[in-house]
């Protein structure tokens, strides 16, 4: 039987060393900090580390992501409040504005990656939420633009038809295609 919190033998050579000292990561399932890095991979184009783990503990298994931060940001609200930025919760309002739409997740997670990194590289320690929801904007405009109006409606706090007719102009002007596949009958 092999000692509480050293690694497993059969990973020696699959894993650095570094991982195999890393501190553990608290499992999710039955809270055990004595948990072990079963398998690491680049994910995100190279811009995060993937990593299975597996609770000796409980038996569970979970995936955490390694990702690059810059700098502690802080979100200054319409309030005045501050928070501290949270890309979790910046992938929530995405998915929400994505929901039963056609785009890769792969495309998706790229868009999110290249907000933070907009964010990270403006240099300052706190942006303002507003700058942050203009990124977002931005980006579902050249994502998906029904996505893309589905965000502003909730962004820009739209208080009547006219206010849709008018983004929607705006982006039948810039050439976007909001109209149904033609191709396929379910969407038409």
Known sequence: MREKGTPDPALRGRL?????????????YCGSVDTQVKDSRP????????????CPTCGGR???????????????KK????????????????????RKRPVEAERVEQMISGIVRQVESLGEVEVESQRIGELVIEGLRSLDPVAYVRFASVYRDFREVRDFSAVIDE???DGAALAPDADDPEKA
């Open 43 to 54: 994910a995100e184009d190279s811009s995060c580390i993937r990593r299975r783990r597996v």
């Open 171 to 173: 982006l039948e002007s």
């Open 62 to 76: 979970f995936t955490t992501f390694e990702r690059v931060q810059l700098r502690e940001i802080i979100v200054v």
């Open 79 to 98: 309030s005045g409040r501050r928070a501290p930025f949270n890309r979790d919760k910046l992938t929530r309002s995405v998915e929400i504005a994505l």
């Open 16 to 28: 650095s060393e570094r991982e195999e000292k890393a501190p553990n990561m608290r499992c999710p």
